[in-house]
Every structure is written in C-alpha cells, then in structure tokens.
C-alpha cells in the first residue's frame, strides 16, 4: 500500500535585483483544501530582511512535522489503552550540525512533551516508556530521516 501527498511550494521575484541575492526568500506552501503558509529561509541562514522571522522555516517545518507524527501515534496508543489524555503540548527542538561530508543537516530532535491525564487509569513510568517507544517506531516522520530523535526522559532513537 502506498500513499501520496503533495504540497505546492510557490515563490516570486517581485522587482528585487535577483543577481545580487538580496531577494526575499518568503514563499508559500500550500496545501489541502487551501491551507496557504507563509515560509521562508531561517533567520539564521538568510538574515533578514531577506528572510521573514515571522515565517515558518524547513528546519521547523521538519522538527515540528516529527513531534506532530509523535503526538498522533501517542495519542492513539494511549486511547488504546484506556488512558484517557486531556492535552498534550511539546516544545521539540531540532539542532543542525555537520555530518562527515561537512553538509549541514538537522541531526537531532528532542521531544519534550507534557501530558495532562484524567480518568481512574493512569500510566505507569514503564507504560509512559512503552507508549512512547511504540509511538517512535510507528512514526512515519521518524522513519523517514536520519536525526536522532530523543524524547527527554527516555533513551534514543535513531
């Protein structure tokens, strides 16, 4: 079985001078039913005004994409289990460095969610570590790069 999914990526020159590369790297992604993101380069690639701090850059698309894939299966799991989750926030981060060939790429996310539980079944530390160790080897984003994702409290992942 295999699934396709698509995004349109639209940017436009505008009358910036494009030879000097000082053009603004903002663009769209576009998705669905119309959802329309504004994007751009990260701040710490492209400074600004070149790039938009109010924009959402690849980088964070990336480790937010992960922690979302995460949650989902997570929650799943969870529901599974008679647990019953009442919200679920995370502050991932991603961090860049150089891999051997001296290219950067973003080499480890760390999850760091905070769950609220109610109900009369609440999880163990074991079934906390369970659900989230089933939920990274379920994760299609996790499954798709080569960062090292970590859930704070738990071991690795690759």
């Known amino acids: 079985m295999s699934h396709t999914y698509q995004a349109t990526v639209h940017w436009q020159r505008g009358d910036a001078n494009f030879a000097d590369n000082k053009y603004s790297r903002a663009h769209e992604w576009r998705f669905d039913e119309g959802v329309v993101v504004t994007a751009s380069s990260a701040p710490s690639s492209i400074a600004p005004p070149m790039s938009r701090l109010d924009a959402v850059d690849p980088e964070e698309a990336l480790v937010a994409a992960c922690s979302s894939c995460h949650m989902m299966f997570f929650l799943a799991l969870a529901g599974r289990r008679g647990f019953i989750v009442d919200s679920y ?22 999850l760091n969610p905070e769950i609220v539980w109610s109900g009369e079944k609440r999880p163990t530390d074991a079934d906390l570590a369970a659900l989230h160790e089933r939920a990274h080897a379920e994760c299609y984003i996790a499954n798709s790069i080569r960062a090292t994702v970590t859930i704070a409290g738990m071991p690795e992942h690759n």
């Open 89 to 110: 926030t995370d502050a991932a981060v991603g961090v860049m460095t150089k891999n051997d060939a001296g290219k950067l790429y973003i080499s480890a996310i760390t």
